[in-house]
Nanobody, 125 residues
Framework: EVQLQAYGGGLVQAGGSLRLSCAASGFTFDDYAIGWFRQAPGQEREGVACINSDSSPYYGDSVKGRFTISTDNAKNTVYLQMSTLKPEDTAVYYC???????????????????WGQGTQVTVSS
């Protein structure tokens, strides 16, 4: 059974940094794409970052250059290092995974079958 447990959210001032973690179980990173989406109140889910074993990471346009996704395969954990945070980064962040992701669909929420519970990130101005 695939399980995703995200944690590390919190309150941070604009310009600050935060690292999210997602502990995964039930699959290996070699076979799955794993990443992060976010959803702010009243807005649609937005693809933040995705990583898989055979291509370079995907980043949403709004986070390029500020966020970095990485994995620790030994710990089955994926990280999202967020820097230079802005108030518009405020959202619930979700860890996602799927085995059948194609490159062109990595930013689409419908492409991912597995979702963890969200972790709230709040950036104050």
């Amino acid at each position: 059974e695939v399980q995703l447990q995200a944690y590390g959210g919190g309150l941070v001032q604009a310009g600050g940094s935060l690292r999210l973690s997602c502990a995964a179980s039930g699959f290996t990173f070699d076979d799955y794409a794993i990443g992060w989406f976010r959803q702010a109140p009243g807005q649609e889910r937005e693809g933040v970052a995705c990583i898989n074993s055979d291509s370079s990471p995907y980043y949403g346009d709004s986070v390029k250059g500020r966020f970095t996704i990485s994995t620790d395969n030994a710990k089955n954990t994926v990280y999202l290092q967020m820097s230079t945070l802005k108030p518009e980064d405020t959202a619930v962040y979700y860890c996602v995974a799927d085995s059948g992701i194609i490159m062109s669909s990595r930013g689409r929420s419908s492409a991912y079958a597995y979702w963890g519970q969200g972790t709230q990130v709040t950036v104050s101005s």
